[in-house]
């Protein structure tokens, strides 16, 4: 099922299934410069008003036992946008953490990253790089930052390094299967989402996860990030529990 945008009313908390939570969401957090301009403001003030949205949604996903979270931060693309907001995405994280990882160490969450360090600053880095080794005891919700990914670049890798194992004689090419390339991506670890929710109506995929959302569950709303609250997580929550995953069979 491609997935729709949200016209519904909002399904109220307790028609969740708790039995039926999706184990891993993904989100394509879209809409923070056109939340902005809306407003007449610049386009770093909706990416500030974002960053708090993303607390609100980690905490909301802890609440109803989802036990994996990755966020589309940061695209190989988005080094393509005007410097100024480049370099306060930069920044994001650092801000993010110092202000919010208390609060993550607090509440059990484990951070993880998946992307490449290639062109990053040093603090963006050193304060990604933190949170990770900080965190990496706790044993809640994993809260999984995609930053400046892209899921062609980050299948090229994995195709190059499997390619390198077969050439160095540790791997035969008659070994390589669905599961092996998998194992190469960057966050293997977590399986694929069950869950996709992209926000601001817009109704593609960016280069995001394309290996891991064979068989995702997706789900759009015209909602701008800035103003996606617990009720639109839920929503589409709900609606995840009504579908029938096949997996491609009856």
Not at 127 to 138: F, G, M, P, Q, S
Not at 245 to 250: E, I, L, Q, S
């Amino acid at each position: 099922m491609l997935g729709k945008f949200s016209t519904k009313k909002h399904k109220a908390p307790e028609e969740i299934d708790s039995a039926n939570i999706p184990e891993h969401i993904a989100i394509i957090m879209d809409g923070n410069g056109r939340w902005a301009k809306k407003k007449g403001l610049p386009r770093i003030a909706g990416h500030r008003e974002g960053m708090k949205v993303v607390r609100n949604i980690v905490m909301a996903c802890d609440d109803i036992g989802v036990k994996a979270l990755t966020l589309y931060a940061f695209s190989t693309e988005n080094w393509k946008r005007p410097r100024k907001e480049v370099d306060f995405l930069m920044k994001a994280p650092e801000k993010f953490l110092l202000t919010y990882l208390p609060e993550l160490v607090e509440k059990n969450v484990q951070v993880r990253t998946m992307g490449s360090p290639d062109n990053l600053p040093a603090y963006t880095v050193n304060a990604v790089e933190t949170a990770v080794e900080e965190t990496k005891d706790n044993t809640g919700l994993i809260l999984n930052f995609a930053w400046n990914y892209g899921s062609r670049f980050e299948m090229t890798q994995a195709v190059r390094n499997l390619a390198q194992e077969v050439k160095d004689g540790k791997v035969d090419v008659d070994q390589i299967d669905e599961s092996m390339i998998s194992n190469y991506l960057f966050s293997p670890q977590l399986g694929d989402p069950d869950l996709l929710i992209r926000t601001s109506g817009e109704l593609r995929l960016s280069n995001f996860m394309l290996w891991q959302l064979a068989y995702t569950e997706l789900w759009f709303t015209d909602v701008l990030w800035p103003d996606f609250k617990k009720a639109q997580l839920l929503e589409a929550v709900h609606d995840f529990q009504q579908r029938g995953r096949r997996f491609g069979g009856v």
